[in-house]
C-alpha cells in the first residue's frame, strides 16, 4: 500500500526580518547600573555600556541636551550595538534618528541642511491639547435653506441642525454651514456615530450605531457602540511630533485652485531646503507653548555613524548646532584612529578636528576575547533559529579571532544550507570547514593579492 503522502502548510504570517543587530534588546544593566556579563543580547563590554547606561539617566532627567557622545573602538566591536541598547532603553517616546557620516554629500541640498533637518527630526515635542467634542448617533441631519444672496434661483443653506444622541442624554446643534460640507464628505447619515470638534469645526464619522446591526443580512459596515457620557465632551488629547514634523508642514506652500499649483501638486515635488527664517518662527512659537504649559520638550538622540566621513564644514556647523538652545543628545560613532580630516591635509584622532573632540565624552569599546565571540555566535545562531554543536561554535571563535567576528557571524546561515543539503538540520564542524574553503575573510583576501601581485592591474 502506497505510503499517504502528509505536508504541513506553512503559515503565511510574516516572519520577523532577522538584521544584523536584531538580538539586540536593551543595554543589559542591572537597577544599580552595573552591567550583566551576558544581557539583552549584549556580551561583554562592561564599562562601555555601564557608561551608555549614565548617558540613559540623564537623557530621562533632561540633563544631557546639548552634550555629545563619542562611540570609539576597532571594527567589530559594538559600537552601533550600543547606540541601539540605548535607543531601545529610552522607548518609543523619545526621538531616536539614525544617520551614517556620508549621507549629508547630497545633490540637491546643503550639507548643512541635512544636518539641521536630521537635528530637528531627533528633538520631539508632547503637545497637549484640551479639545471639546460633541459626540453621539445622529437622531436628525435637516439643513435649513434660505433664499441665495447672490439673488438667482439657487438656494444657500443658512445653517444646519443636527441631532445628537449618547447613552445620558440627547442634544440639539445648530451648525455652521461649513459643518455641512463636512457632513456631506464624510458621508454622515441619520444613525451614524460622529464626533465634532468644537474649536476647529472637524467631523469624523467612527461608524454606524450598532442599533442598527440587524438591518441587513451583510454589508460591508463597522458596527459601534453608542458613546458613554454626556454629548458635549472635554478631551485632553497629547501629541508627539518632532520639530522636523513642523518644519516640513509649515514649510510647503498650501496648494490654491489655480493651475500652477494644481501642476505643482501633480509633478514631483523636489526636496527644497526649509530656511533659517522658517525655522526661527517655529521655534518661538515652540518657545511659546512650551512656557504656556501647553507642550513639553523631549530632547532626543541623533545618533551619527561613521563620523569621520563627515568635513570641516559640517564639523564647524556642528560646532554651532551644538549650542543652541533646542538641540537634541549627539551620539557619534567612528572605527578611526589618528587620520586627516576629511578634505584637510590636518591629522587628528578620529579624523575629528580638536575643538570638537575637546566637546565630547568618549566612551571606549574593547575587541572581544575568544570566549565573549562564541557567546555572541551562540547567541546569533539563536536568532536566526540554527542548531550549532559546541565543537562548530569554538572552531568558529577561532576564525573570528584570525579574521573578524563579523565574518564568523556570516559564515553561519551558509553553514545551515551546507547542512541541510547533508540532510542535517544542525551544523557541524565539517559544514564550517567546507564554507570556509568557499568564502575568503578580508585578511585571506589581502594575503593573496600580494602573493599574486603580477596577475592583477594595479
Given amino acids: 500500500m502506497e505510503k499517504m503522502k502528509i505536508e ?4 503565511t504570517t510574516k516572519k520577523q526580518r ?10 543589559g544593566l542591572e537597577a544599580n547600573g552595573r552591567a550583566v556579563p551576558w544581557a539583552a543580547g549584549f556580551v561583554g563590554q562592561a564599562e562601555a555600556r555601564e557608561a551608555s547606561g549614565l548617558v540613559v539617566d540623564m537623557i530621562r532627567q533632561k540633563k544631557m541636551a546639548g552634550r555629545a557622545l563619542l562611540l570609539a ?4 566591536t559594538g ?5 541601539l ?7 518609543s517616546k523619545v526621538p531616536f534618528c539614525p544617520m551614517v557620516g556620508s549621507e549629508v554629500y547630497s545633490s540637491e541640498v546643503k550639507k548643512t541642511e541635512i544636518l539641521m533637518e536630521n537635528f530637528r527630526r531627533a528633538i520631539g515635542l508632547r503637545i497637549k491639547e484640551n479639545k471639546e467634542v460633541y459626540e453621539g448617533e445622529v437622531t436628525e441631519l435637516s439643513p435649513e435653506e434660505t433664499e441665495s444672496v447672490t439673488g438667482g434661483y439657487g438656494k444657500s443653506i443658512s445653517h444646519v441642525i443636527i441631532g445628537l444622541k449618547t447613552v445620558k442624554g440627547t442634544k440639539q446643534l445648530k451648525l455652521d454651514p461649513t459643518i455641512y460640507d463636512a457632513l456631506i464628505k464624510e458621508k454622515v447619515a441619520v444613525g451614524d456615530v460622529i464626533y465634532i470638534e468644537a474649536n476647529s469645526g472637524a467631523v469624523k464619522r467612527v461608524g454606524r450605531s450598532d442599533a442598527f446591526a440587524t438591518e441587513f443580512d451583510l454589508e460591508a459596515e463597522e458596527y459601534v457602540p453608542l458613546p458613554k457620557g454626556e454629548v458635549h465632551k472635554k478631551k485632553e488629547i497629547v501629541q508627539d511630533v518632532t520639530l522636523h514634523d513642523l518644519d516640513a508642514a509649515n514649510a510647503r506652500p498650501q496648494g490654491g485652485q489655480d493651475i500652477l499649483s494644481l501642476m505643482g501638486q501633480m509633478m514631483k515635488p523636489r526636496k527644497t531646503e526649509i530656511t533659517d527664517k522658517l525655522r526661527q518662527e517655529i521655534n518661538k512659537v515652540v518657545n511659546r507653548y512650551i512656557d504656556e504649559g501647553v507642550a513639553e520638550l523631549v530632547p532626543g538622540v541623533l545618533f551619527i555613524d561613521e563620523v569621520h566621513m563627515l568635513d570641516m564644514e559640517c564639523f564647524s556647523y556642528m560646532n554651532r548646532a551644538l549650542e543652541s538652545s533646542l538641540s537634541p543628545i549627539v551620539i557619534f560613532a567612528t572605527n578611526r584612529g589618528i587620520c586627516n580630516v576629511r578634505g584637510t591635509d590636518m591629522t587628528s584622532p578620529h579624523g575629528i578636528p580638536v575643538d570638537l573632540l575637546d566637546r565630547l565624552v568618549i566612551i571606549r569599546t574593547q575587541t572581544y576575547g575568544p570566549d565573549e565571540m562564541i557567546k555572541i555566535l551562540a547567541i546569533r545562531a539563536q536568532v536566526e533559529e540554527l542548531i550549532v554543536d559546541e565543537d562548530s561554535l569554538a572552531y568558529l571563535g577561532e576564525i573570528g579571532q584570525k579574521s573578524s567576528l ?11 544550507i551546507v547542512a541541510k543539503m547533508n540532510g542535517r538540520d544542525n551544523i557541524c564542524k ?10 575568503l575573510d578580508a585578511k585571506s ?5 600580494q602573493e599574486q601581485q603580477e596577475k592583477y592591474i594595479t
Fill in 8 to 11: 504541513e502548510v506553512q503559515s
Fill in 18 to 27: 532577522v538584521a544584523t543587530h536584531t538580538h539586540i534588546k536593551g543595554l
Fill in 73 to 76: 573602538g576597532p571594527p567589530g
Fill in 79 to 83: 559600537k552601533t550595538a550600543l547606540a
Fill in 85 to 91: 541598547g540605548i535607543a531601545q532603553e529610552l522607548g
Fill in 406 to 416: 563579523r565574518h564568523a557571524v556570516q559564515l553561519l546561515s551558509p553553514a545551515s
Fill in 430 to 439: 565539517a559544514d564550517l570547514e567546507e564554507v570556509t574553503t568557499l568564502y
Fill in 445 to 449: 583576501s589581502a594575503k593573496l593579492l
